[in-house]
T-cell receptor, first 114, second 111 residues
Framework: NAGVTQTPKFQVLKTGQSMTLQCAQD?????MSWYRQDPGMGLRLIHY???????DQGEVPNGYNVSRSTTEDFPLRLLSAAPSQTSVYFC?????????????FGPGTRLTVL | GQQLNQSPQSMFIQEGEDVSMNCTSS?????WLWYKQEPGEGPVLLIA?????ELTSNGRLTAQFGITRKDSFLNISASIPSDVGIYFC???????????FGTGTRLTIIP
């Protein structure tokens, strides 16, 4: 198993550009989520999905869109990038949406918006 | 939203020393989790705690779920170079399974 994979690993955007961060898992996990990590602030939940076709907002959803058309993939879209979205983005998955199920994190995407 | 405060923010210790860090919350959690993040990687789960007062070990790591449900502690005994990284606590509640992460404790080991 590859676990949770994220692409790209690094990305530089100009303000106003759009892009999609890819996330895939091969563990047949129902639950997937996106976090952003900023210095001194820990990880904050952006969006999450409890199964294919179902998504919901987390703590900091503004400026981001998600969709979950398959169990395996959970892309994160930035429609119009802003410097405030400069961050490291982590995708995570777990078998169920339960605190008793271990969340597995991907290696992260480091995004810089100029 | 809920805030989890971790202390200390950073630690510089010598190899072989014991390490203690804690996490406090303004509200109650039913589940406490401790993660470790190494440079360039995502967080990895170390220990999960599900009951107030619970003490759980994983090798040289020991974590406790505070009696008040508003705090948790992580101890590392006899530190080694591979313990270097950022340690995060996280909390969640039954029925609202979203994780709230702490601000992290960065551990550096001085040779």
């Amino acid at each position: 198993n590859a676990g949770v994979t994220q692409t790209p690993k690094f990305q530089v955007l100009k303000t106003g550009q759009s892009m999609t961060l890819q996330c895939a898992q091969d563990m047949n996990h129902e639950y997937m989520s996106w976090y952003r990590q900023d210095p001194g602030m820990g990880l904050r939940l952006i969006h999450y999905s409890v199964g294919a076709g179902i998504t919901d907002q987390g703590e900091v959803p503004n400026g981001y869109n998600v969709s979950r058309s398959t169990t395996e993939d959970f892309p994160l879209r930035l429609l119009s990038a802003a410097p405030s979205q400069t961050s490291v983005y982590f995708c995570a998955s777990s078998y169920r949406h339960s605190s008793t199920d271990t969340q597995y994190f991907g290696p992260g995407t480091r995004l810089t918006v100029l | 939203g809920q805030q989890l405060n971790q202390s200390p923010q950073s630690m510089f210790i010598q190899e072989g020393e014991d390490v203690s860090m804690n996490c406090t919350s303004s509200s109650i959690f039913n589940t406490w989790l401790w993660y470790k993040q190494e440079p360039g990687e995502g967080p990895v789960l170390l220990i999960a705690l599900y009951k107030a007062g619970e003490l759980t070990s994983n090798g040289r790591l020991t974590a406790q779920f505070g009696i008040t449900r508003k705090d948790s502690f992580l101890n590392i005994s006899a530190s080694i170079p591979s313990d270097v990284g950022i340690y995060f606590c996280a909390g969640s509640n039954f029925g609202n399974e979203k994780l709230t992460f702490g601000t992290g404790t960065r551990l550096t080991i001085i040779p």
